[in-house]
């Protein structure tokens, strides 16, 4: 079982499963990327009161990644993922320019929306272990 963990008023465990899509799912998330993007990505939740649990990218498609966030009580889902996706797509863009080029003429990178869904019913430690093994033949 998951520790609870306080907030303002509250305490809970809201570990939500949120996958991002890169824009026209060009093949652009390399394992540079991926390493740029779970910093980024980490150090927003905590300034939002989340926790990034796992991140990984789909090192196959390389056009997705999958993220594990138990989301703090005080923020919306959609908000979270509209922090997420404004910054790390600007960051991205800017410290990644010459290798994104090709790819995107526009400022953008992910697609528009986010897939999600709540973690509650599963074992964290397969739901752990399913992100780890993204990109990888089964």
């Not at 990644?65 to 989301?71: A, K, P, W, Y």
């Not at 009580?73 to 996706?85: G, M, R, Y």
């Not at 800017?94 to 990178?109: A, C």
């Amino acid at each position: 079982m998951a520790k609870l963990k306080p907030h303002i008023h509250s305490f809970g465990f809201n570990l939500v499963h949120i996958v991002f899509v890169t824009k026209y799912r060009h093949p652009v998330i390399d394992e540079a990327i991926e390493k740029r993007l779970k910093e980024l990505i980490e150090k927003l939740c905590k300034t939002q009161d989340c926790e990034l649990i796992e991140c990984k990218a789909d090192l196959g498609t390389r056009d997705h990644i999958h993220l594990l966030i138990d989301v703090a009580p005080k923020i919306s889902l959609s908000k979270l993922c509209n922090i997420l996706k404004t910054i790390t797509s600007r960051e991205i863009r800017k410290e990644f320019t010459d290798f994104l080029k090709p790819y995107y003429w526009k400022p953008i990178f992910w697609k528009r929306g986010f897939g999600y869904t709540s973690a509650g019913g599963a074992p964290l430690a397969v739901l752990k272990q399913y992100i780890e093994e993204q990109g990888y033949e089964s």
